[in-house]
């Protein structure tokens, strides 16, 4: 997890249970899944927020979440 990105999830709960989800998976049968579903609420999420400056610090958690992610899928999953 990026340097801040734990402090920073605290505050955005609408998506932080299906990406911490993701990240505590130890089966990688079941890991696939939720990736999928943790990715499709992270950018859901990212799309609500479009242009909307006062929520920049969510959308840095976001990213930084994003890319931890695909970083998992890549090394567990090799995607």
């Not at 992270?42 to 920049?56: F, N, P, Q, T, Y």
């Amino acid at each position: 997890m990026p340097v801040g990105a734990e402090s920073s999830l605290l505050h955005f709960p609408s998506w932080r249970r299906r990406y911490e989800a993701a990240l505590c998976e130890t089966d990688n049968a079941a890991l696939f899944k939720k990736l999928e579903i943790a990715e499709s609420a992270m950018l859901a999420r990212r799309d609500v927020l479009a242009g909307a400056v006062e929520h920049s610090s969510e959308w840095q958690a976001i990213d930084d979440a994003v890319a931890a992610l695909r970083a998992l899928k890549k090394e567990r999953l090799h995607f």
